[in-house]
């Protein structure tokens, strides 16, 4: 019996095992729906080992990733010193703890693993499966729209004490179950068309629909980095949304996924890690699940999105 057999994985081809890709590589791969090895459709499914820091030993894992797909299929029983020296030559982070594997390892998983039909090293692991449709219900961009009084919200980051943050939301007339209860901000949402974006006509902001997996602020800021040096969208001036812009998406109900913004977006980024800073330290983020903004040190981590003014 073969590792796809014993995975449950149905075709009769050999696994096909993408072995340059890193877990930092996924930033630009996977989470903004597009990226450096060019994913276009829905249905790709790629492989990969990496090592899981966060578990004590840290553990091999094998990974099978798509557009908005993502689930560990197993963890591997490889050598723990082989599993240790990696760790160990990459630096054991506080904040990032995914590691790519080296060379000893890739020989180690080729030589055990992939070129033999002993599958006794694999043991598979129950992993949620998680698909995301690309259709977002939303008027496409170059149809007829109603006259918008527009909107400009501030762009530019700033640093934000917690006294001012009800007035800001009370302000522009923002939703936050907290603060504004029975208020909302009217939206124009439109479907740009690549599967990637939608644009605000209300605040003239385009937004990213997907973004990055739970990761420190300088993990995020690289990813943001990522981003515009691989032309996201086919655009390179992508940022951090301020608390305006982030609040300007919140939706007074909870549409199907369970958040309080238009479904359009992913539902794998339930709070988002904004611009700006907190006045006495940290950073702030608006939740989406809880309807409301908060702050924290942005070691532990958080989502991202980004978006950009038109």
């Known amino acids: 019996m073969g590792i796809r057999e014993k995975l449950g994985l149905s075709s009769d081809e050999p696994l096909s095992i993408a ?7 996924t930033f630009g791969i996977f989470e903004s729906w597009g990226g450096k090895i060019h994913v276009r459709s829905n249905k790709e499914r790629y ?22 797909h993502a689930r560990i299929l197993a963890r591997i029983d490889a050598p723990q010193d082989m599993v240790d020296a990696c760790v160990a030559s990459q630096g054991r982070g506080e904040t990032d703890r995914s590691y790519a594997i080296d060379d000893a390892l890739r020989s180690w998983l080729q030589a055990n693993v992939i070129e033999v039909h002993d599958t006794s090293k694999v043991i598979p692991l129950e992993s949620e499966l ?24 501030r762009s530019e980051p700033a640093v934000i004490s917690e006294d001012e943050v009800p007035d ?34 209300k605040t003239g902001i385009q937004w990213q629909r997907g973004g990055c997996d739970i990761a420190a602020m300088p993990s995020i800021q690289r990813y943001v980095a990522a981003l515009n040096e691989q032309s996201f969208a086919r655009l390179n001036d992508w940022r951090l949304p301020t608390m ?8 007074p109900t909870p549409s199907g996924n369970g958040l309080h913004l238009h479904p359009c977006f992913s539902k794998l980024q339930p709070f988002i890690i904004l611009a700006d800073q907190r006045k006495s330290g940290g950073y702030w983020f608006v939740d989406y699940k809880q309807a409301t903004v908060f702050w924290g040190s942005g070691i532990r981590g958080a989502f991202g999105r980004v978006c950009r003014s038109l």
């Open 19 to 25: 072995w340059d890709i890193t877990p930092a590589d």
């Open 47 to 68: 492989y990969y080992f990496y090592i899981d820091g966060w578990k004590t030993p840290p553990q091999l894992l094998l990974m099978e990733r798509g557009v908005k």
């Open 168 to 201: 800001i939301i009370r302000r522009n007339g923002f939703y936050d179950s907290y603060h504004n209860a029975s208020r909302g901000f009217d939206n124009h949402l439109v479907d740009n068309g690549d599967g990637l974006t939608v644009t605000d006509l």
């Open 130 to 153: 998680v698909e995301e449709t690309l259709e977002t219900g939303l008027p496409g961009k170059d149809e007829p729209r109603p006259a918008i009084e527009p909107v400009t919200l």
């Open 244 to 251: 305006e812009e982030a609040l300007s998406l919140m939706e």
